[in-house]
């Protein structure tokens, strides 16, 4: 018995061995990708590659994308290549470059390389990660709803919540036993009836009930795990297994709710006829185009299912109540930390407000010059997304360099090393609006401030006059 246990451990043993050199041979193997390819590289280590460790929630991937900009920049480096995992990645490192892949050879790149498994998470397959012809079609039946014309209509909506932002602070700061306010968890349930008020019509009353399943959904959503982290790895460098595994990117109860709500709202307003100006009913129109049913429904976005409908306002809802309650938390904490900028930005509110009646109207928006560009510094200094990525769906022939990038490959255009980057910006970690009045905009390369990205694949909700 003694003997035959000792041969099972051996076995087992030798097999465990085994398969580690096999995977350490795999990624030895794969990580020559680029020297194959005579592009240089940012030298990976086994596992990870060059980016850091997924069950490692504390350690920013800001930071990480920072740091691999920061090392090919300094060696000169126009277009390197670095590895996530077993995957290779380009890293657009040069501007002219960026300019190129996002905008002028756009075709090359229109996909991202996001993660979509339609089956098991329905509510991942919304605009900002399919691509292709389903994307161009639908991108260019919503990109109406934000016209000036749109959002001027909805301003109304966002001046009444803005009186409640301002009856709760008052009230919480009156408060004897009042100390501090959360602002981010302020602002976050700000945008949140924002956000659910104008693109959907429905009150999400995060005021008055901060328990909400709107909010909560919210939060759990963006409130990173180990086990988050790990799926997150899993679908971006092993789509094939996560698809397998069966991964989500939404939380299945997050996607019963937030189905479950906009199916009770489409309903409501079919059965009653009722219409309203916002981006839900713009998607109803989609999902009831009668050429696109007629047709046979392809995917194509001439009609939308109810489960499309539902994840292209779950990206709607995610991306208009996080980035802005994010950003105008960083605003604040720029502002109280530079009583000078403050006292400008308050000074210029002021002047705006007497010249409109004291009333915030629409156009006044416009004459709030200097804020826009607090605005737009907190964005240089605090991004939304550190990064955005592109998938190449041709082969291409990088411009002026004997590089060429293969179809299938993901690029990332590091947006927070452009930032940050010394070339454009003196003293970057500084806080200094000057940087964006017109004439400072003027002299710097347009892509070295792209907080919304850029090219057809922009934010859709960039605000443009």
């Not at 596992?47 to 929630?57: E, K, R, V």
């Not at 639908?138 to 301003?155: D, Q």
């Not at 530079?338 to 007497?354: C, F, G, Y």
Request: glycine share 6%; hydrophobic share 40%.
């Amino acid at each position: 018995m003694t003997t035959f246990t000792g041969n099972m451990l051996a076995d087992a043993l030798a097999v465990f061995t085994s398969l580690l050199l096999i995977i350490y041979t795999y990624f030895k193997w794969t990580y020559q990708y680029w020297a194959r390819q005579n592009v240089p590289y940012l030298e990976p280590t086994i596992p990870f590659g060059n980016l850091s460790n997924p069950l490692n929630i504390k350690e920013s991937i800001s930071d990480t994308i920072k740091s691999l900009y920061d090392r090919a920049r300094a060696k000169g480096y126009k277009f390197c290549g670095v590895y996530a995992m077993a995957s290779p990645i380009g890293l657009i490192v040069d501007l002219e470059l960026a300019k190129h892949v996002m905008t002028k050879d756009f075709s090359n790149f229109v996909d991202r390389d996001n993660f979509v498994n339609i089956k098991d998470d329905p509510l991942g397959s919304h605009l900002f990660s399919i691509g292709g012809k389903k994307w161009r079609n639908l991108r260019v039946k919503v990109t109406p709803t934000f016209t000036s014309s749109k959002l001027k209509a909805m301003f109304q909506t966002l001046t009444d919540c803005g009186v409640i932002l301002e009856r709760y602070i008052q009230e919480t700061l009156t408060k004897e036993d009042a100390i501090a306010v959360d602002i981010k968890e302020v602002f976050a349930r700000f945008t949140t009836d924002i956000i659910g008020s104008c693109a959907f019509g429905i009150e999400c009353n995060s005021f008055k009930e901060p328990d909400s399943l709107f909010r909560v959904s919210g939060q759990k959503f963006f409130t990173m795990t180990k086990m988050k982290g790990l799926r997150l790895a899993i679908r971006s460098n092993f789509p094939a297994l996560g698809k397998l595994l069966k991964i989500r990117a939404v939380e299945k109860d997050i996607t019963e709710f937030f189905v479950k709500v906009v199916e009770d709202t489409v309903a409501y307003r079919e059965t009653n006829n009722v219409r309203r100006n916002d981006v839900l009913q713009l998607l109803i129109d989609i999902k009831n185009n009668k050429e696109g049913r007629e047709n046979g429904y392809k995917g194509d976005s001439k009609s939308l299912t109810m489960d499309e409908l539902a994840a292209q306002c779950f990206i709607f809802f995610l991306a208009g109540f996080e980035t802005s309650s994010t950003t105008a938390s960083f605003v604040l904490y720029e502002l109280a930390t530079h009583q000078d900028i403050q006292d400008k930005v308050r000074e210029e509110i002021r002047t705006v407000l007497a010249k409109h009646n004291h009333k915030i109207i629409y156009d006044s928006l416009s004459e709030l010059t200097y804020m826009k560009q607090v605005i737009d510094e907190a964005l240089r200094k605090y991004p939304p997304l550190p990064m955005v990525s592109r998938l190449c769906v041709e082969d291409y022939k990088v411009p002026g360099e004997d590089i060429v990038i293969e179809k299938g490959t993901r690029v990332f255009i590091p947006i927070v090393g452009y930032h940050y980057d010394k070339e454009y910006y003196d003293n970057p970690t500084e806080f200094d609006p000057d940087r964006f009045t017109e004439e400072n905009k003027k002299a710097r390369h347009p892509y070295a401030h792209i907080p919304f990205g850029e090219g057809p694949r922009v934010c859709i909700g960039k605000f443009r006059r």
